[in-house]
C-alpha cells in the first residue's frame, strides 16, 4: 500500500564472488522513513548481511558477513521494523528508477531491477451524498484521481460502512473521462464498478467521477455520520497499479435532527412582550436553546406593529383586489421562523431534512429559511375572526404560494419548511366527500360524507390556552380544552368525530369522558369516546360544534346495583334450648349482599364482601368452640358436686356401707369397661345432632337406655356394657306379679390399681371396704329403693331439640322432701322440676352435639 511501511526483499544473482565486508547498495527513490532527522540511518540484520538504510540518499547498504559465491542466487528480506515506507504516489510496473549496485575488483557495477510489483495509489478521492438526510436514499457521488493508468477490465469498489438500501443491479455511470457499471451488495455494504469500454484507456492521475443516483436505493446511515468516517473505503485492482484497501481522502457527513421545545420569554415593553414558544429541528437541546435566546429573541423583539402591518398588506395583496390584511395584533405578527405558529416542526418526523443546508451561526440549528406551503395558502384563504387576510379571492393562496415559484417549500420536503400551527388550524371540508383536520398537538376532526352543512365554511380547530376548570360534579380536567368552529354549527347522524389530547392522572377509580362548556360550564357529553389501541388517540362522537375537553370521572355503582357473596355456609346441628343467661349463636346460611360504597370500585368491593363472610364464619366456629368448652366444665364441676351430695344422704339415711361399696364396683367396673369402649370408639367431636352412646345410663325401670348412635354398631356396644354391667334376677312382689329387676353394681373383684378413665374429669371415688355388705343386701336394696321411686313418666326419648323428661332415672336422694328430680340437658316443663342444687351456670348443655361422660347418672 502506497505510503505504508513495508517489508521489501531484493532478489539478485551477482556474476562475481562478494567477499566478506563486501557492499551491495539497492537506491529507493521515494522511499523514506516518516519524520526522520536529516542524517537519520537504520541498521538492521538478515540472514548474511548487516544493512543499514541511509534516509537522506534513500538507499540500502547491505555489508556481507562470509565469502558469497559467484552466481549464487541470493534472496534478501529488509523487515519492516526498518520502518521504510513506500512512496505515497506509488510505484508503477518494473518502474526504472529503482537500481541495484556493487563494487568487485576496483570495478563498479549498476542495473536497473528488471522487475518489480506496481503500488497504485489514489492521488484523490471523495465521497459527497445528496441530500443528507439520515436514513433516506441519497445519490452517491465518488470522485477519484489514480497514479496509474486504468483499462477495461480494472475495477474499483467502494465500501460504505451503515449505509443501507436494497441490493441492486444495472448501476451505470457516464462521464467524460470513462463509463463505470456496477451493482450495489447491501449484504456487505459495498459498491462495485467496473470500467466497461473495451477500447477505453484512463491515462494517469486522471478525474474520474462516478455518480450513482438516489433511485437505486443506496441510504445513509440511519444516525448522524461524521464527515471523513474512517471506515468509509476505496480500493482498485487495475493493473497499472493495483490500490489495496484505503480510506476516502474526503468524505461529507450527516446529520440527524429532532424536534426541540423550548420557551422564550419578552420583557420589557415589546409589542411581542410575554412568553413564547420555539420549536426547532437541532441536533441537541443545547443547541435549540442557544437559537432560542439568541437569534430568535433578536427577531422576535425588532418585531414592531408598524412592520407587521407592512408585511400583512404586502402578502395580503396577492389574494386578490378585494383582499387586506386583517390588522396588526399578537396573533398576526409575533412569530419568527421557529417562534409560535412559524414553528419548525410538530414531531421528529417533520426534521427529516437536508443538513447540507447549513447551519444557524453558532448552533447546530439547521438553516430552514421557506414557509410551508399549505401554512402560506391558509394565511390567504383562511376566513373568520383567526383568518390573516380578509375577502381574499377563493384559492388565491394556493395559486400563490406554490414551491415550483420558489415562495414556499412542500411539506415534508428534504429542505425543510416553517409554519406548523401547534394550537390553531382550518381546513375547508367537501360536503360530499368529507374530511379531516389535525392540529400538531393531535386534536381535530373527522367528517364523513355526506354530514358538513354547504354553508358552515371552513373548519377551525383551536387549542385554548387557558386550562379547563373542574366540573360541578366534581370531576378533573384530564386534557386541554379545544375550541371547534364555526361555533353553533350542528350536524346529522353520523355525526362529526372529534379527537382530544388527553393526560391520564393514574388514578384509580375513575374513567375518562368529554365535556361541553355549556352557557360557562362544563357538562357531560351524552357520547362515550373511545380510544385506539393502536395509536392511543381518542375520539367522541358530536352532533354540534363548540368547546370540548377530557375529564376524569369518578365510577361510580348504581344504587341498585348489588354483588353477591359466595355462600358461606356453617355446618352445625340444630340448637337446643339452653339456659337465657347464655344464648345459642345463631348459624348463617345463604348469601349476604351489598352495595359497594361511593368511588370504591367493584372489585374492592367483593374483596370487603368476602372478608365480611370470612369474619361471621370465624366467629361461628369459635362461638360453638367456647360453648363446648363451657359444657364440658360445667359436666365436670357438676359430678363433683352431685357425687358429694349423694354421699351425704346416703350417710344421712345410714346406707353408707353398702352404698359406698356398690359406687365402689360400679366405679371400677365403669373405669374399665369405659376405657377400653372408648378405645374403639371415634372421637366424640363429629358434628351430629345426637348423642353418640349413652350406654353407661341405666334406667330404673329395666329397660333399654335412650340413646341415638348413628350407627347399628355403637347401639350393639351400649347393650353389650349394659349385660356386663349387672344380672337380673326374678322375684315375686307383695302382689305375686313376677317382675325383672336388675343388680346394679354386681361384685367385682377388687383390683391392685383401677382403671382410669383418660376422659374423667372427677376423682374416683374410694373403694368399698370388704366385708361390708354384701350381694343379697345389695339386691334388696335396690328393690326397696326401685319400690320408693315413683314412675310416672313414659320410658325418655332424647329428642334433637333436647331432653324432656327423665323422671325414671333412679336417684339416691330419695329422702323426703329432698327428692332431686333426674338430671336434665334442657328446661323441664314443670318450675319444681329444677335443680336448685346446681348453679345456674353450671348446667350442661347439648349444643356441641354430644355428651362427654355420664358417669354420676345412676
Given at each position: 500500500v502506497a505510503a505504508q511501511v513495508s517489508e521489501i526483499t531484493l532478489r539478485v544473482t551477482l556474476q562475481f564472488p562478494l567477499l566478506p565486508a563486501a557492499n551491495i547498495t539497492l537506491t529507493l527513490p521515494w522511499f523514506h522513513v516518516r519524520d526522520a532527522a536529516v542524517g537519520t540511518t537504520v541498521a538492521f540484520q538478515t540472514a548474511r548481511f548487516n544493512g543499514k538504510w541511509l534516509n537522506d540518499q534513500a538507499r540500502v547498504e547491505l555489508v556481507a558477513r562470509a565469502l558469497i559465491n559467484a552466481s549464487e542466487p541470493l534472496e534478501i528480506a529488509i523487515p519492516s521494523t526498518a520502518a521504510i515506507r513506500l512512496p505515497e504516489r506509488g510505484l508503477s510496473t518494473n518502474q526504472q528508477d529503482l537500481l541495484v549496485s556493487s563494487v568487485y575488483a576496483g570495478a563498479f557495477y549498476q542495473v536497473a531491477v528488471a522487475k518489480s510489483e506496481p503500488i497504485g495509489i489514489f492521488k484523490s478521492s471523495a465521497l459527497t451524498f445528496h441530500p443528507k438526510v439520515v436514513g433516506q436514499p441519497t445519490m452517491v457521488k465518488l470522485t477519484f484521481r489514480l497514479a496509474s493508468e486504468m483499462v477495461a477490465g480494472d475495477s474499483v469498489e467502494v465500501f460504505l460502512d451503515g449505509f443501507g438500501g436494497a441490493s441492486v443491479d444495472g448501476i451505470v455511470s457516464v462521464s467524460n473521462t470513462a463509463t463505470l457499471r456496477g451493482s450495489w451488495n447491501s449484504k456487505v455494504t459495498t459498491l462495485y464498478l467496473t470500467v466497461d469500454a473495451p477500447t477505453i484507456r484512463v491515462p494517469p492521475d486522471t478525474e474520474v467521477t462516478v455518480t450513482v443516483e438516489a433511485s437505486k436505493g443506496i441510504s445513509l446511515p440511519p444516525l448522524s455520520m461524521p464527515a471523513n468516517l474512517p471506515t468509509l473505503l476505496l480500493r482498485t485492482d487495475a493493473?497499472?497499479?493495483?490500490?489495496?484497501?484505503?480510506?476516502?481522502?474526503?468524505?461529507?457527513?450527516?446529520?440527524?435532527?429532532?424536534?426541540f421545545t423550548e420557551k422564550l420569554s419578552l420583557t420589557g415593553g415589546s409589542f411581542c412582550g410575554g412568553n413564547h414558544t420555539v420549536r426547532v429541528c437541532a441536533a441537541n437541546r443545547a443547541s435549540a436553546s442557544t437559537y432560542a435566546q439568541g437569534a430568535a429573541r433578536q427577531a422576535m423583539s425588532a418585531i414592531t406593529a408598524e412592520g407587521c402591518q407592512e408585511e400583512g398588506e404586502a402578502l395580503c395583496a396577492n389574494g386578490g383586489a378585494d383582499a387586506s390584511f386583517g390588522g396588526a395584533s399578537t396573533k398576526r405578527c409575533c412569530r419568527s421562523p421557529g417562534v409560535n405558529d412559524y414553528s419548525m416542526c410538530r414531531t421528529d418526523a417533520d426534521c427529516k431534512v437536508d443538513s447540507g443546508q447549513g447551519y444557524f451561526p453558532g448552533t447546530k440549528v439547521v438553516k430552514i429559511e421557506k414557509q410551508c406551503c399549505a401554512y402560506c395558502a391558509d394565511l390567504l384563504d383562511l376566513v373568520g375572526d383567526n383568518a390573516y387576510c380578509r375577502a381574499a379571492a377563493p384559492g388565491s393562496g394556493s395559486a400563490h404560494c406554490s414551491a415550483a415559484e420558489g415562495v414556499c417549500a412542500a411539506d415534508g420536503s428534504v429542505a425543510g419548511c416553517y409554519g406548523y400551527p401547534f394550537g390553531f388550524v382550518s381546513a375547508k371540508i367537501d360536503p360530499a366527500s368529507g374530511g379531516s383536520a389535525r392540529t400538531a398537538s393531535g386534536s381535530g376532526i373527522t367528517v364523513p360524507p355526506g354530514v358538513w352543512p354547504a354553508t358552515a365554511g371552513p373548519a377551525t380547530i383551536t387549542n385554548v390556552e387557558e386550562p379547563a376548570q373542574p366540573a360541578a360534579d366534581g370531576s378533573m380536567p384530564a386534557g386541554q380544552p379545544v375550541f371547534f368552529g364555526p361555533t353553533g354549527t350542528v350536524f346529522p347522524e353520523p355525526g362529526v368525530q372529534l379527537a382530544l389530547p388527553f393526560t391520564p392522572s393514574g388514578k384509580a377509580g375513575v374513567e375518562l369522558k368529554v365535556f361541553k362548556l355549556v352557557n360557562g360550564e362544563w357538562k357531560m357529553h351524552p357520547f362515550t369516546p373511545s380510544i385506539d389501541p393502536v395509536t392511543g388517540e381518542l375520539t367522541c362522537k358530536t352532533l354540534s360544534f363548540s368547546e370540548y375537553a377530557v375529564f376524569e370521572v369518578v365510577v361510580i355503582v348504581a344504587s341498585n346495583t348489588t354483588t353477591t357473596a359466595p355462600p358461606v355456609i356453617v355446618t352445625t346441628p340444630r340448637p337446643v334450648d339452653a339456659p337465657g343467661d347464655r344464648p345459642l349463636p345463631v348459624a348463617i346460611l345463604g348469601t349476604t349482599p351489598f352495595t359497594e360504597p361511593f368511588e370504591i370500585p367493584v372489585p374492592i368491593g367483593i374483596i370487603a364482601g368476602a372478608l365480611a363472610g370470612v369474619t361471621v364464619l370465624v366467629c361461628c366456629v369459635l362461638g360453638v368452640y367456647l360453648a363446648r368448652r363451657r359444657a364440658h366444665l360445667a359436666a365436670a364441676h357438676r359430678k363433683l358436686h352431685k357425687g358429694e351430695n349423694l354421699e351425704s344422704l346416703l350417710q344421712a339415711e345410714d346406707r353408707r356401707p353398702s352404698?359406698?361399696?356398690?359406687?365402689?364396683?360400679?366405679?371400677?367396673?365403669?373405669?374399665?369397661?369405659?376405657?377400653?369402649?372408648?378405645?374403639?370408639?371415634?372421637?366424640?367431636y363429629e358434628v351430629e345432632p345426637s348423642l353418640l352412646i349413652q350406654s353407661d345410663l341405666v334406667m330404673a325401670d329395666g329397660s333399654e337406655p335412650p340413646s341415638y348412635a348413628n350407627s347399628e354398631l355403637a347401639r350393639e356396644d351400649a347393650e353389650e356394657m349394659?349385660?356386663?354391667?349387672?344380672?337380673?334376677?326374678?322375684?315375686?312382689?307383695n302382689d305375686e306379679t313376677p317382675r325383672i329387676s336388675v343388680d346394679l353394681y354386681p361384685p367385682q373383684p377388687q383390683?391392685?390399681?383401677?382403671?382410669?378413665?383418660?376422659?374423667?374429669?372427677?376423682?374416683?371415688?374410694?373403694?368399698?371396704?370388704?366385708?361390708?355388705?354384701?350381694?343379697?343386701?345389695?339386691?334388696?336394696?335396690?328393690a326397696r329403693l326401685r319400690s320408693q321411686v315413683g314412675v310416672t313418666t313414659e320410658q325418655p326419648r332424647l329428642r334433637a331439640d333436647g331432653v324432656g323428661q327423665q323422671a325414671d332415672?333412679?336417684?339416691?336422694?330419695?329422702?323426703?322432701?329432698?327428692?332431686?328430680?333426674?338430671?336434665?340437658?334442657a328446661p323441664s316443663s314443670d318450675a319444681e322440676d329444677t335443680d336448685d342444687d346446681m348453679p345456674s351456670v353450671l348446667k350442661p348443655s347439648m349444643h356441641a352435639g354430644a355428651l362427654d361422660d355420664q358417669d354420676d347418672i345412676i
Open positions: 493493473l497499472a497499479g493495483p490500490v489495496e484497501w484505503g480510506r476516502v481522502q474526503v468524505a461529507e457527513g450527516t446529520t440527524s435532527f429532532k424536534c352404698m359406698h361399696s356398690l359406687l365402689s364396683g360400679r366405679s371400677n367396673l365403669l373405669t374399665g369397661r369405659k376405657s377400653d369402649a372408648r378405645a374403639m370408639q371415634p372421637s366424640l349394659m349385660m356386663a354391667m349387672g344380672r337380673t334376677s326374678t322375684s315375686q312382689s383390683r391392685a390399681q383401677p382403671l382410669v378413665d383418660p376422659g374423667q374429669d372427677f376423682l374416683p371415688v374410694v373403694p368399698a371396704q370388704p366385708g361390708k355388705g354384701g350381694g343379697k343386701e345389695v339386691e334388696a336394696q335396690a332415672m333412679m336417684m339416691g336422694d330419695q329422702t323426703p322432701g329432698r327428692e332431686s328430680p333426674a338430671p336434665s340437658f
